[in-house]
Each structure stands twice: as structure tokens, then as C-alpha cells.
């Protein structure tokens, strides 16, 4: 069943436990499939996949108490697992795997205001779904990248083919309008809001953005950098 430590409270809390959850999953679909699917025995009873707040994953039975601690995933994803592709079994669980993130996630947030709750689903609507990556499909991103310059005056962040752009300061009307677009940006290091006078960093795997300084990452230093990895990313990467 989904554990639980203790309940997150504040929108960013709210991320990080979602953050984990779906790293753990993606686990499960993508790094560690061979395990995943060999747990997943049609022979068994209903089972579903568990996310948890500490990057792991799980397959395991339902809860038993009714209702739930937290929503419940999926059942029985072992069922179907003989007579479909494999690729298109795990993108129907990756599927059923984002809502459940995405339950769990405003089950927590159901006390957060109408802002807070848009800056949630921001948040979350900024990282591809787990359905976007087991499928290796690209999202489309509404995000700011290298080739858009719309980042900061001073920031500097990789395109996807690995090269280092640096974005021009922009005309005031457009610099005014972009900030307001992304004014919602967190540190996903410290949480911090976005401010276009700060040097920020985007990471290539989970594609949070974080403070060049939270990352211990300069303005020079990134134009030697063909692929980011936050610091979380790395760590996931040894495992």
C-alpha cells in the first residue's frame, strides 16, 4: 500500500513527495523492468504499483481498510500482462500511474487555496509524465528554453541537441511579459521563486530549475556543461 511518513502541507512539500513518488515509479518502468515485470505474475491476485516518498517503488496488494489512508493505484496490472505488447502494457500502467500521482497529490493539497493549487499543478505540469517518458515520447514544453531566450537576462541553459546558448536581454515589453509567465518558477533545490535577475540552470533529466548558486553552478561553469544533472538526478544515476 502507498505509505505515508508524515502528510505534506505546503505546495512545495506537496511537489516533493509527488517528485518522489513518480521517480520511483519511473524506476519501476524504465531502469528496473525486468524486476517489475517479473513481480507483476498474472497468476496472482489483484496488484498494483506503489510510488513512495522515498524514490522507491513497490507491487504489492491493495490496503484492505476502506476508505484508504491514501487514493489506491491501479488494480490488477499483472492481469494484463501476457496478452498485451510489453511496451504497450507498461505505457497503460505508466497511464494509470499519472493519475494516481496526481490523486495522491491533491488528496495532500485539498486544504490548499485556489493560487496555491495552480502553482501546484505549475509545478507538476512542468516534469514529462511518467507516460511521456516510458513511451520516449517528447512533451511539448511551454516552459522557457535556450532557443526561446526566455529565461533571464543573465541565465545560460543547454538545448536539447547539447549546446550551450546564452540568452540576450531582452526588450522591456517582452522581458515584463515573461516574467509574469514564469514568475511561479521554484528552486528545486530551495524552493525559491523565480527572479530574472538570478543565474538559474535547468536539469536535463527531471527538468526542474534550480539556482545556479543552490547547484553550486556559475554562469562560466555551465557553458562547459553539454548535459545537466541536478544533484538529485546524479545520486538516482549510482543507485
Not at 536539447?160 to 540576450?168: E, P
Request: hydrophobic content about 30%; charged content about 30%; overall charge negative.
Amino acid at each position: 500500500m502507498a505509505s505515508v511518513s508524515s502528510s505534506p502541507q505546503t505546495v512545495e512539500e506537496i511537489f516533493k513527495d509527488y517528485s518522489a513518488r513518480r521517480a520511483g515509479i519511473v524506476r519501476a518502468l524504465t531502469y528496473d523492468v525486468d524486476g517489475f515485470y517479473g513481480q507483476c505474475d498474472p497468476e496472482k491476485e489483484n496488484l498494483c504499483l506503489y510510488g513512495h516518498p522515498n524514490e522507491t517503488w513497490e507491487v504489492n496488494l491493495p490496503a484492505e481498510e476502506v476508505p484508504p489512508e491514501l487514493p489506491e493505484p491501479a488494480l490488477g496490472i499483472n492481469f494484463a500482462r501476457d496478452g498485451m505488447n510489453r511496451g504497450d502494457w507498461l505505457s497503460l500502467i505508466a497511464v494509470h500511474s499519472d493519475c494516481w500521482l496526481l490523486s495522491v497529490a491533491f488528496y495532500f493539497g485539498a486544504h490548499l487555496n485556489r493560487n496555491e493549487r495552480k502553482r501546484l499543478f505549475s509545478l507538476i505540469n512542468d516534469l514529462p509524465t511518467v507516460f511521456e517518458v516510458v513511451s520516449e515520447r517528447k512533451p511539448v514544453k511551454d516552459k522557457p528554453n535556450a532557443d526561446s531566450g526566455s529565461r533571464s537576462r543573465g541565465s545560460t541553459k543547454r538545448s536539447r541537441d547539447g549546446q550551450v546558448k546564452s540568452n540576450a536581454k531582452l526588450v522591456d515589453g517582452n522581458y515584463e511579459e515573461d516574467e509574469d509567465e514564469h514568475s511561479e518558477t521554484l528552486c528545486g533545490s530551495c524552493g525559491g521563486n523565480y527572479n530574472a535577475d538570478e543565474f538559474w540552470i535547468g536539469c536535463d533529466i527531471c527538468e526542474l530549475w534550480f539556482h545556479g548558486k543552490c547547484v553550486k553552478i556559475t554562469p562560466a561553469k555551465a557553458e562547459s556543461i553539454k548535459q545537466y544533472k541536478c544533484p538529485s538526478c546524479m545520486k538516482r544515476g549510482r543507485q
